[in-house]
């Protein structure tokens, strides 16, 4: 239960989270953000189950940390972290696995491929079932960042990786709805100013606070256009977005009892009109019965 949100401007990114956090049975809001930090220039955001993310985001952290050891690494590319996230989200869900299914029979992972042809049959058939039917807890994940070839965004759904490059913006969690039909209502475009972006991806994330478990306290993050620069928003800027968001807020109320208004004023005016109408019919066909009365009359005569 909650929502993350980032969105495209040319090869700047900007992106918002709340602080919800989900584990087990238990929702709770932290003094801490969502907003993982895995270099300067890329970000992983997370929704689901925050202990099996941790643990996923822990192996992933320990593998960049590995890799800019080397001094002959430049900007790590947005595309390798997004899929080394599903990497290791695979080897954790592999690891319950091996502990949950096959070490109560006495077996591991290399145990049981290399005696396969010497299990029963029917074990085998089984055990294969159990491992496919497996299940981790469900998680989704935006990785964004600056690279040496730009701005790029991929939603990591449960494993699969997507990229969100050319749609320009994504959303995830129990609020992504609201979030993402605010964006489309929007029409927006990775082109669009820096200025229309930062305000519609704040409002994103306030329109997301009608789902059930979406936390009210916001971070906000903006990566320039060049690696090395993840930055959060400070409480000014925060605030200047909160009052145009509350003052938008005002004035979609006021348009819209004002809509209203304006239907039924045009409902009524049907009203009269048809209550005008259906007197006049009456009234017209009262004449026509009295002069085909008046006729009937004179023919009969006297």
């Known amino acids: 239960m ?6 495209l401007c040319g090869n700047m990114i900007f992106g918002a989270a709340d602080q ?12 801490r953000p ?10 992983a955001m997370t929704s689901g189950d925050a202990a099996f993310q941790a643990e996923v985001l822990a192996e992933l952290s320990k593998e960049i940390s590995l890799r800019l050891q080397d001094e002959n690494v430049g900007w790590l590319e947005v595309r390798e972290i997004a899929y080394a996230y599903s990497r290791h989200r695979s080897l954790l869900r592999n690891k319950r696995i091996e502990e949950q299914i096959l070490v109560p029979l006495g077996l591991d992972y290399p145990a049981y491929l290399a005696n396969q042809s010497s299990l029963a049959p029917n074990l085998v058939n089984d055990i294969a079932k159990e491992m496919l039917a497996f299940q981790v807890p469900y998680c989704t994940t935006i990785i964004c960042g600056v690279d040496d070839f730009g701005a790029h965004l991929y939603k990591v759904l449960d494993g699969d990786v997507i990229c969100s490059d050319q749609i320009g913006f994504a959303a995830i969690g129990s609020g992504s709805r609201h979030a993402e039909s605010d964006f489309m209502l929007a029409a927006h475009s990775r082109f669009d100013s820096m200025s229309d972006t930062l305000f519609r991806t704040y409002a994103a994330k306030r329109r997301a606070e009608l789902a059930p478990g979406v936390g009210e306290r916001t971070d906000f993050f903006m990566i320039g256009s060049e690696p090395g620069s993840f930055q959060y928003l400070n409480n000014e800027i925060l605030e200047t977005l ?15 009892a004002k809509a209203h208004a304006g239907i039924q004023n045009y409902v009524d005016e049907l009203a009269r009109r048809n209550e005008e109408d259906g ?23 006297p």
Do not use: H, W
Request: charged share 30%.
């Open 2 to 7: 909650t929502v993350c949100v980032a969105a």
């Open 20 to 31: 919800m956090l989900t584990a087990g049975d238990i929702q709770f809001q932290p003094s």
């Open 34 to 43: 969502k907003i993982n930090r895995l270099t300067t220039s890329i970000v």
């Open 242 to 256: 909160n009052k145009e968001y509350d003052k938008l807020v005002r004035d979609e109320k006021k348009a819209l």
């Open 279 to 301: 007197r006049s019919a009456t009234t017209d066909q009262a004449s026509a019965d009295r002069a085909s009365s008046r006729r009937s009359t004179e023919e009969e005569g």
